[in-house]
């Protein structure tokens, strides 16, 4: 292995058996590095072998040939906070050290164990096979096609998806009631009892009750019982609602993959009836705290909260 880079936690071994007495090749076996590797090392003090010296020597000497990247103990803390606040590495180096830090660097820091932290803190991604929806369904309503052209094209503020995530099959009837706005990406959740027509207008009217008037001009939804409440929004709230094509979840991507993300912090085994108020919060808060690739890195909730300034 003589392309095997030595870290610190190596030379304080290396300090310690050369003390010892061992040659640099009974080292190097011991350590599982090539000869050659050990012999340069110990040659970088003139004296005596010191594992904090070299390592500083190697760092100074790092920063002269460039190397922006170098894992600073400052920087390794900074990397550990965002991955424990589930940002990816792609996302941690697009938001604060683009140009400067490759995230696959971050990703082979992580697996070397050079972060001092779990792998598992990456968040685990892939679609789900979501199975053929059995609820009941109604065929009256304006269909996604009717909708404005504008709305696709995500430039205007104001256009939601909406959809229900449910607890597992037969556990209990509780569910969420998710919000997802298409130009920022903000994404929302509230509590419901059931998946009845009368609790999502609930959760609807809390949703519209927090935020102005203007943050709302469509909404798209898929043709669940549950959204049968669409006459009452659009003659209360002036709000138009739209239908997408059935089992065309990509026509609502945004609120699809939100959907996505939500079940990272609660699988699909949960009784959603039961989970905390506060849990619930703190996920939708790393959710939409997260920098976006297709927000130039900004976060959910920065470019909301532009808009909202915008509406005042």
């Known amino acids: 292995m003589s392309h095997k880079y030595i870290i610190m936690d190596c030379r304080n071994k290396i300090e310690v058996l050369n003390n010892e007495g061992y040659s640099a090749r009974k080292i190097a076996k011991i350590l599982g590095y090539h000869h050659s590797s050990i012999s340069r090392e110990l040659k970088k003090c003139k004296d005596k072998y010191d594992a904090k010296k070299a390592d500083l020597d190697y760092s100074i000497n790092s920063k002269n040939k460039g190397r922006k990247s170098k894992l600073t103990e400052e920087l390794k803390q900074f990397i550990k906070e965002k991955l424990k606040a589930t940002w990816s590495p792609k996302q941690i180096v697009g938001r604060c050290f683009k140009g400067?830090?490759?995230?696959?660097?971050?990703?082979?820091?992580?697996?070397k164990g050079l972060l001092d932290i779990s792998v598992k803190v990456l968040r685990r991604k892939g679609k789900s096979l979501n199975s053929r929806e059995t609820r009941g369904k109604f065929n009256i309503g304006t269909s996604i096609a009717k909708r404005p052209k504008v709305v696709k094209k995500r430039v205007e503020f104001g256009h939601w998806e909406l959809d229900t995530v449910v607890s597992s099959r037969g556990k209990s009837k509780g569910c969420l009631a998710t919000f997802a706005e298409m130009k920022t990406r903000a994404y929302f959740a509230i509590k419901m009892p059931d998946r009845s027509k009368k609790s999502m207008l609930d959760a609807i009217h809390t949703l519209t009750k927090k935020l102005p008037q203007g943050a709302f001009k469509t909404f798209t939804s898929d043709r669940g019982k549950e959204f049968a409440c669409y006459e009452d929004i659009e003659s209360e709230l002036n709000i138009d609602f739209y239908f997408a094509d059935p089992y065309s979840a990509w026509q609502m991507e945004t609120n699809e993959n939100s959907n996505g993300l939500l079940r990272e912090f609660f699988s699909k085994k949960t009784d959603l009836a039961k989970i905390e108020e506060e849990d619930l919060i703190d996920a939708i808060y790393k959710i939409n705290s997260r920098p976006r690739k297709c927000l130039e890195f900004d976060t959910p909730f920065e470019c909301f909260i532009h808009e909202l300034n915008l509406l005042s």
């Open 100 to 111: 400067e830090l490759s995230f696959k660097t971050i990703y082979n820091w992580l697996y």
